[in-house]
């Protein structure tokens, strides 16, 4: 059973693996993502975070996801094609997953574990749910899709001091 979220591997966009471990004693922000949502958008505020933040340790990661509303559609490249070109993403994106079910990849099991949600609904509601996890690999906080990826800016500071 895992400790913390370095003791996971997932895929890369591309099919690779993808070991959490490379990040040990880094910050990361997991997010499930989705090209044709209407807070796609917040792809832009999370590629700011990872390039103002990233020097000091932030690792933003992105998993793409189709269980809402059918908002993530495309294979592997045309999803990296369409953070390219649309907003310019540079942080690392995993092979798309699910967040929620019996097929839910069981990194999103354990966070949702680690931080429920409100209501005491574990699940994820919506994409761009945002996990916040601190340089011991362990859940600091869970911000809903409606957080905009500029407001966690204080709770990235802090983890990262």
């Known amino acids: 059973m895992a400790e913390c979220a370095f003791d996971f591997e997932v895929l890369a966009l591309d099919g690779t693996p993808l070991p959490l471990s490379q990040w040990r004693g880094k910050v990361l922000l997991v997010v499930n993502v ?6 796609t958008p917040q ?3 999370l590629e700011a975070l990872w390039r103002a933040y990233g020097p000091r340790g932030l690792v933003v990661l992105g998993f793409p996801c189709d269980q809402f509303g059918h908002q993530e ?15 310019d993403v540079t942080f690392p994106l995993a092979a798309k997953v699910e967040v929620n079910g019996k097929g839910a990849h069981p990194l999103w099991i354990w966070l949702k574990r680690q931080k429920g949600g409100v209501l005491g609904i574990d699940a994820i509601k919506w994409n761009f749910t945002k ?8 859940v600091l906080q869970r911000h809903a899709p409606t957080d905009r990826p500029e407001s966690l800016a204080r709770d990235i500071e802090a983890a990262l001091a």
Not at 34 to 39: E, L, M
Not at 73 to 87: K, M, N, Q, S, V
Not at 131 to 138: A, H, K
């Open 73 to 87: 559609p495309g294979d592997a490249d045309e999803i990296r094609t369409f953070c390219t070109l649309h907003y």
């Open 34 to 39: 989705a090209s044709k949502c209407g807070f």
């Open 43 to 45: 792809y832009a505020g």
């Open 131 to 138: 996990f916040l996890i601190g340089r011991d690999g362990q």
